[in-house]
């Protein structure tokens, strides 16, 4: 299984990015999909979060800007980013829980890419 995240980039304060990571391989089923960020110097952290079922959550400083999505046909979580500011600049990995020939859920990384705000 692999996880090919993509949609980085370096853009002004107030801008907008998408985000996108698909998985593929020797995949049976996928449960929960989710977005984390490690900004320079700091402790990777939970940005947002999607079930199988389609329910979103979200941490507090993202909430009403960032927008998590799926398209299970394609294996791809997705994250709108908006209204973006100097402390979103962080690396973005995904985080997608995935069954495969072993029948249970093991949890996959994409490589991470890095997402830059400039003032």
């Known amino acids: 299984v692999q996880l090919q995240a993509s949609g980085g980039g370096l853009v002004q304060a107030g801008g907008s990015l998408r985000l996108s990571c698909a998985a593929s391989g020797s995949i049976l089923s996928i449960n929960n999909m989710a977005w984390y960020r490690q900004p320079p110097g700091k402790q990777r952290e939970l940005v947002a979060g999607?079930?199988?079922?389609?329910?979103?959550s979200y941490t507090a400083s993202v909430k009403d800007r960032f927008t998590i999505s799926r398209d299970n046909a394609k294996n791809t979580v997705y994250l709108q980013m908006n209204s973006l500011n100097p402390e979103d600049t962080a690396v973005y990995y995904c985080?997608?829980?995935?069954?495969?020939?072993?029948?249970?859920?093991?949890?996959?990384w994409g490589q991470g890419t890095q997402v830059t705000v400039s003032s």
């Open positions: 985080n997608v829980f995935i069954m495969t020939a072993t029948s249970r859920y093991d949890d996959y």
């Open positions: 999607i079930t199988s079922g389609g329910s979103t």
